[in-house]
Nanobody, 122 residues
């Protein structure tokens, strides 16, 4: 199996910064793509940023210029550096990974982390 564990959430004042991490472990052959999603109370889950194994990135318009997604392929770990945080960034942030597992490298399975709360408030 594959597990995704997020860390780094918390309470921060508007204008502040946080860095989220997502560590993938288990029977992993390769992770073609990873991404961060968020879900605010009463709203649908939305994509924040995605990154491929060759570091191609995409961002939601609402976070462009403020957030930076990156990954360390050797550690199967993804990061989200969040700067200039706004109250509207408050949400539970989820890590997602499209994984090719050992023993079945042609198949891609989708995995989610448990989520980490980010609260931006003064």
């Amino acid at each position: 199996q594959v597990q995704l564990v997020e860390s780094g959430g918390g309470l921060v004042q508007p204008g502040g910064s946080l860095r989220l991490s997502c560590a993938a472990s288990g029977s992993i052959f390769r992770i073609p793509a990873m991404g961060w999603y968020r879900q605010a109370t009463g709203k649908q889950r939305e994509v924040v940023a995605t990154i491929t194994s060759d570091d191609s990135t995409n961002y939601a318009d609402s976070v462009k210029g403020r957030f930076t997604i990156s990954r360390d392929n050797a550690k199967n770990t993804m990061y989200l550096q969040m700067n200039s945080l706004k109250p509207e960034d408050t949400a539970v942030y989820y890590c997602n990974a499209a994984v090719r597992k050992l023993g079945s490298p042609l198949r891609v399975d989708d995995y989610w982390g448990q989520g980490t709360q980010v609260t931006v408030s003064s």
